[in-house]
Each structure stands twice: as C-alpha cells, then as structure tokens.
C-alpha cells in the first residue's frame, strides 16, 4: 500500500473511531505498524497522536457557534464564567493534571494494566446500558448541560485524564460518567464532544513535535482526511442517538470490551 492511500486511511479510521467507545489510538497504532512493518512503536504513537488534529479541527468547526459564544461570553466576564465554560475549564485542569499524574507513577505501562483498566470500563459500560433501559430511564437522563457542576468536570476530567493509558477509550469513559451523573443520553454524548476540543488540540500539538519526519505531506492528508470524516462522524452519532435504542448498543460493545480485555489478560500472562 502507498503512504498517500495509507494516510486517507489512517484519517478515516480516526475520524470515526474517535467518537465511538474504543480507542482510536489503539487502532491507529496498530493499523499503522502493519503498513509500515518497519516502523517503530514510537513512530506508530507519534502519528497516532498527531491525527487527532484533524478530529480537533471537525469538532470544533462542528460546535463552533457554541464554542465561540462561550468564548465571548468569557471574555466579557472570566470572573463569572457560565457553567458550561467553568465545566470545560474544570474537567481539562483536571484532566492534564491526571494525565501529569499517570505518566510520572506509570512510565512504564503494562499490558495488563491497561487490560484491567479496560475491564472496568466494560464494566461500566454494562451499567451504563442497564441503567439505559425502560426499567431505569425514568430516573435518570434528565440533566443537560444547564444543571452542570464542579463535581461533574471533576469525575469527567479524571475519567479523560486516564484514557491516557493504551486501550482505554475516552469516549466510552466520559459518556458512562455523564450517563451515571443523570444526563440525557444526546447530552452525554455532546458534553463529551465538547470535552474533546482542548484534548485534541494538545494532543495534535504534542504529535506535531512526535512526527519522525516531520510535517510530511502525508500528515497532513491524514489530518485533513480525520477532520472531515470525524466531521460527518459527529453529526450521525448525534443523530442515531435520538432514534436508536441506546442501551443495547451500550451493552454491546461494553461486552466486547470485557471480552477483548479478558483476552488480553490471559495471552499477556
């Protein structure tokens, strides 16, 4: 396969696999050691991480009315930021501050450590589906984005901040929080969307400087190809969100999830 053909790839595998709950660099890493066998696992990451530009670029063209009223609204008066705005501030401190965290106790992280993590997370994921059924919905799924809370961008910025360890998706971690704090099912996927945009952004960041040739003209296809696919990814998610049954989806993949990481227990013992 070229570079060029691997590149649209590797952009429109990110662009979709972003927003759903399994984790996109995982995928990427992988799909992009086995084009380039002569790659390096760091070459692999730093691309992995690079990508995420052009889903930053997708989701914040995407919200970019709200996000830019937020912005406004800021500036016009940071000392009284609105919930949403304090949220955002909150759960990214939060987040860089975890994710500080785990890379100096975790320099060396083990397979089965990101496989346990992985494991809670299908756990939680299995809750999250249950909790989704016409048994629990009436009690929870309420809140939207008016009702957020300091505790909410605390418990989401630790969960994001983890999914800094490989496996661990970071989609499939702040919905489950958002769904257990009592969101709407659209909510919590929205809340997250939103999330993402500084996430993305320093991870892009960080990748520019992690490309092992540079600003090729293959990354940056790669880049455009994510934005514009992640683009169209985020508005059919949020679209199926409102017509489909959340919980069986949820379940689902939470099950695949426990299944993949069980597996991975038992081959890396």
Known sequence: MSEIL??????IIQGITEWLPISSEGIITILYLMIFQEKTIENALGFAIWVHGGTAISVTVYFRNELSSLFKEFIKDPLHPSPLTAFLITSTLTSIIVVSAVIFILKDISESISSIAMLIIGLLMLFTGIMQTNRFRRSLGIRNANTINTKDAILSGIGQGFAILPGISRSATTVSIFIFRGFEKKEALRLSFLMSVPASWGAAVLGLFSLESGLSISAI????????VGFFAIK???HIAEIINFSIIVFSIGSLIILGSVLQLLFSG
């Open 236 to 238: 059919l998610i949020l």
């Open 221 to 228: 296809l790669a880049l455009i190809v994510s934005a514009i």
């Open 6 to 11: 691997a590149s649209i790839l590797v952009g």
